[in-house]
């Protein structure tokens, strides 16, 4: 390929996209590599480092090894670093730099940003950076301050609830599913003030810059929020109060989980655990003890995810909204699919198949991969597949029992899990065009 069109392919706005989260994974690799970011001699193996910054980049939170003791103040510092760059996002990071420095945005740094925002124009993208820059740092700055407060009550030092407040708010907001507290957030089980405070800062992570720019235009009238607000906040809520209702009824008997807790730890841990499969990864039960039914379940939350432009992985509750509109639609027999007096463009409704369609072949073909290579359970293989690919980050224990192949094929799940569905919605839309001629229609048979 000459080099002036290798150099025009680069330049595509899904392609730097997918260059920057590589090229960021890499770069976290070799500073969790150094000595000084373990706590034991020698320093962190390829292996390991490699799965981890993967892990932080792209916000999914497994791990093979016990963050609290593996990594060093050092190491978590530079794995809080790289999940902040994840969750900003590389193209925004980098956009920044150029506001700053330049003071001002070029059309191809505007494309890259359009692909990793999912905002519509290319007008004022100094104004949006600086916006989603403020209010994820003012939203985390918030939610650590509240969180130092809450984990000052249990008796740690003002320096470990500082920091532990910082990295748990920061991540919290950004849906990692990281800890540093030994034992993880199982830890909280019983500090209902921390679990809620938690569970809030990964439903404001979740939505996506998109609704709350929109939202901060139209606080008092919904009647002009866009169709894409409302199918995300609908569907938000709808799965916020079915995930929280249907896992607390299902684990409410588990000894092993709910069942073990006091009336109000149980209504707190069953809402925490309804709230995490929206891709946050925080795990107040132990996942390796729950009932088959809520793993299913979650693994349907998981898949689900939260908001378009979010921090959130899954498919994107809007593509899922938009999947029940064309059902309803077709049982109907309507010709047209509408949803808030809006009609959904036939090509959408073919880009939100395909999102999912492509999803669940991923998911499957990954879990085959790790079952043919590793002797585990099937239900603790599907479900650790589809939380690397979703980028939920909740395990049942088995990660670090993986074969190297099991690892790699998780690595790889998480990185298509971040930019996957982000790329390949950008690459329909920018291929979308008129043909100029039909073909004569035939119906196939279906069912």
């Known amino acids: 390929m000459p080099t002036a069109a290798r150099s025009r392919q680069f330049r595509h706005p899904a392609r730097l996209v997918v260059a920057g989260f590589a090229a960021v994974i890499a770069i976290g690799t070799m500073l969790l590599m150094l000595p000084v970011a373990t706590r034991g001699p020698g320093g962190a193996s390829f292996h390991n480092a490699v799965f981890q910054s993967t892990a932080s980049v792209t916000l999914a939170g ?40 330049a003071r001002r945005v070029g059309l191809r740094g505007r494309l890259a940003a359009q692909a990793e925002t999912h905002t519509t124009g290319l007008g004022g993208m100094r104004r949006l950076v600086v916006g989603i820059v403020v209010f994820t740092l003012g939203a985390q700055a918030l939610i650590s301050l509240v969180l130092f407060a809450l984990l000052l009550t249990t008796g740690r030092t003002v320096g470990d609830a500082a920091w532990e407040g910082l990295f748990h708010g920061v991540a919290a907001f950004n849906n990692t599913g990281i800890s540093i507290t030994p034992g993880g957030v199982a830890a909280f089980a019983g500090e209902p003030g921390i679990l809620a405070t938690m569970a809030i800062a990964v439903i404001v992570g979740g939505l996506g ?18 169709l894409h607000a409302k199918l995300t906040l609908a569907a938000t809520g709808i799965l916020l109060v079915l995930g929280t209702v249907v896992i607390t009824a299902l684990e409410w008997s588990n000894p092993r989980t709910l069942g073990g807790m006091s009336g109000i730890d149980r209504i707190v841990n069953g809402a925490f655990a309804g709230v995490m499969p929206r891709t946050a990864g925080f795990a107040s039960l132990d996942y390796g003890e729950i009932n088959s039914d809520s793993l299913l379940f979650t693994e349907m939350l998981m898949f689900a995810g939260g908001g378009s432009g979010s921090v959130a992985g899954g498919i994107k509750v809007s593509t899922l909204a938009l999947l029940v509109f064309v059902v309803i639609a ?8 509408n949803a808030f007096r809006r009609r959904i463009p036939e090509a959408v409704q073919r880009q939100a198949l395909t999102v999912a369609a492509l999803s669940i ?25 589809t939380a690397a690919f979703t980028t939920a980050g909740l395990s049942t224990g088995i990660t670090a029992e993986l074969n190297g192949l099991g690892h790699a094929v998780l690595m790889v799940l998480m990185f298509l899990g971040r930019i996957g569905p982000l790329t390949l919605g950008v690459a329909l839309v920018l291929r979308e065009r008129d043909r100029r001629y039909s073909h004569p229609d035939e119906r196939p048979l279906v069912g």
Do not use: K, M
């Open 209 to 226: 810059f998109p609704v709350w720019l929109e939202l901060q235009r139209n606080p008092r009238n919904p009647a002009r929020w866009s």
């Open 62 to 101: 497994l791990g093979i090894v016990d963050v609290p003791t593996y990594w060093s103040p050092t190491g978590q510092a530079i794995i809080l670093a790289l999940t902040e760059v994840g969750a900003l996002g590389i193209v925004t990071s980098s956009l920044l730099l150029i506001v700053l420095i």
């Open 330 to 337: 077709e049982i109907r027999g309507e010709a047209e699919v």
């Open 361 to 385: 072949n991923t998911i499957v073909l990954g879990a085959l991969v790790v079952l043919a290579s590793n002797d585990l359970p099937f239900a603790d293989v599907v479900f650790e597949v």
